[in-house]
């Protein structure tokens, strides 16, 4: 008589096994979890990756809306790479070091800012006038060298929201001058591997799980925010009582036998 298998039940455990700063942009964390039954370890892992990198909000400026010289509004200039009398950097270096500046806010909205000083002297992100729910993280980086005594002003645009935008022209027609790629990921990179470790005759697998942040979240945080999209993701199927409630009838998607969209 063969003997019947026992199901394996395993309590789930996570834990922080290294933390460290590398600099205030660049924050890392790798986490244990564990045990897995084989093949779980890998589905959760991918998703964790995927959804670390691509869900999570982080803040980023996305628009100048003008440069002020004097008190003087610039008109905009042909191109990005034309230089502003009296500043050593042209407009596409400019918007290059905004572009390295790291922000860390909880805002729900677009929100402006400025930079409001006098020559000559070297700019950087600790001279961005904010309101209180928002913070820069590096606030030693470099924007622009002012050569003159001139007056010198640029009023930009913070937003918050995921993954990467490219030339935005939503405010164009609001006449702002110049469209910045935003690069809203917090999360910069995301490893995960597997290590099968037997227990008697029960084999588990362990997840080893390495995160770098830019240091407006920590990875500790990235990862219970990515936890909670998951889960938000697939909880309201939970609640599900006919299938057909999926789809309103304005939608009116057609499956066919197996369940797939039909043209």
């Given at each position: ?44 892992g991918t998703a964790l990756r995927r959804t670390l990198l691509s ?209």
């Amino acid at each position: 008589m063969s003997k019947i298998k026992k199901k394996n039940t395993f309590k789930m455990k996570w834990k922080c096994i290294e933390s460290r700063i590398e600099n205030p942009c660049l924050h890392y964390g790798r986490f244990i979890l564990s045990p897995f039954q084989k093949g779980q370890a890998d589905t959760l892992g991918t998703a964790l990756r995927r959804t670390l990198l691509s869900e999570i909000q982080g803040t980023a400026i996305t628009y100048i809306r003008y440069i002020q010289i004097n008190n003087k509004k610039l008109e905009k200039v042909s191109h990005e790479y034309s230089h502003i009398e009296d500043v050593e950097e042209s407009i596409h270096e400019i918007i290059l070091n905004l572009k390295q500046i790291v922000l860390k806010s909880c805002i729900h909205e677009s929100i402006f800012a400025s930079i409001c000083v006098s020559g000559p002297m070297r700019v950087t992100a600790g001279h961005i006038k904010l309101p209180s729910s928002v913070q820069v993280i590096n606030k030693s980086q470099y924007i622009a060298t002012i050569t003159k005594p001139i007056d010198f002003s640029i009023d930009l645009v913070i937003e918050r929201d995921r993954g990467f935008r490219v030339n935005d022209t939503r405010f164009s027609d609001l006449g702002y001058s110049y469209s910045i790629d935003a690069l809203f990921m917090p999360v910069r990179n995301v490893n995960y591997n597997i290590h099968i470790s037997k227990d008697g005759e029960n084999e588990k697998e362990i997840l080893f799980l390495e995160i770098w942040t830019n240091g407006s979240l920590t990875p500790r945080e990235a990862l219970r925010q990515a936890s909670l999209k998951l889960i938000g993701f697939l909880h309201s199927f939970l609640f599900l009582e006919n299938d057909d409630d999926i789809f309103s009838e304005e939608e009116n998607i057609k499956l066919d036998d197996e369940g797939r969209r039909s043209s």
